[in-house]
């Protein structure tokens, strides 16, 4: 199978989920849209949950110490922070969405459509990128064996989507754009590797970026409006980080 067909299946399926969402969610009132958001907000806080799992993984513990684990992923959400912040990551991620918005909605949306189609595009691009399934899975696919992993993802990524639609339109719909770029890279860095990471390098970006989704959740739920933009270079820190105490120990 040709490397890179996961990645289009993942975005096949979201534009698809995508357009079942919207036009289930025309026919729904909006205080149904609040909750249903509700709902995947708390869904996010467990996936996140889940993922910070991996601070317990063996293979993590082996390479860092069991007390090294939260503070290689403290350490990569504090210099992750600082550089995303100094690089102002949020805010470009809020004009990629909002030039979209222009591009594929049209410029007559009015501030509430912009705000709503940005929170659409920020919040689901998070979630779909950040996760195991969306490593693993897009380094299986570029080194040829397979694109199981993703396969899986897209299914799931294919309800996410729907349920995030229904409520949060088509902002939804622009994050296959996002889940291209940053699987696409995965993927080719699969090709060029030749193997797989350690998996303990894969625990930490597991670990990190459920910490990641945790924010997700809470800008979902409206409890506090975390900019996990600005925290996704800890994604690349963390195995960076678990690298260097491993070669040091």
Do not use: C, H
Request: overall charge neutral; cysteine-free.
């Amino acid at each position: 199978m040709v490397r890179g067909t996961g990645t289009l299946l993942n975005m096949a399926a979201i534009l698809v989920g995508s357009g079942l969402g919207v036009l289930l969610g025309a026919r729904l009132p909006e205080r149904t849209r609040i909750t249903v958001t509700d709902a995947l907000g708390l869904v996010t806080l467990v996936i996140g949950a889940l993922n910070i799992a991996s601070l317990g993984e063996a293979s993590f513990i082996e390479a860092v110490g069991a007390s090294g684990t939260i503070l290689v992923v403290l350490g990569a959400l504090l210099i992750g922070g600082i550089t995303g912040s100094l690089l102002n990551l949020e805010l470009r991620l809020e004009q990629a969405g909002g030039w979209l918005q222009k591009r594929l909605a049209g410029p007559g949306g009015g501030s509430a459509a912009r705000a709503r189609f940005v929170e659409g595009y920020v919040s689901a691009s998070l979630i779909f990128v950040i996760g195991p399934l969306a490593v693993l899975g897009s380094l299986s696919d570029g080194l040829g064996r397979g694109i199981d992993q993703l396969a899986l993802k897209s299914t799931l990524d294919g309800f996410a989507a729907l349920a995030f639609a229904a409520s949060l339109g088509w902002g939804v719909a622009a994050a296959a754009l996002s889940v291209g770029v940053a699987q696409g890279a995965l993927t080719l860095l699969g090709a060029l590797l030749g193997s797989l990471l350690p998996a303990a390098l894969i625990a930490a970006v597991t670990a990190t970026g459920g910490v990641l989704l945790l924010g997700v959740g809470l800008r979902l739920l409206n409890l506090k409006a975390v900019a996990v933009g600005d925290l996704l270079p800890a994604l690349l820190v963390a195995p960076l980080l678990t690298a260097v105490v491993d070669l040091a120990r």
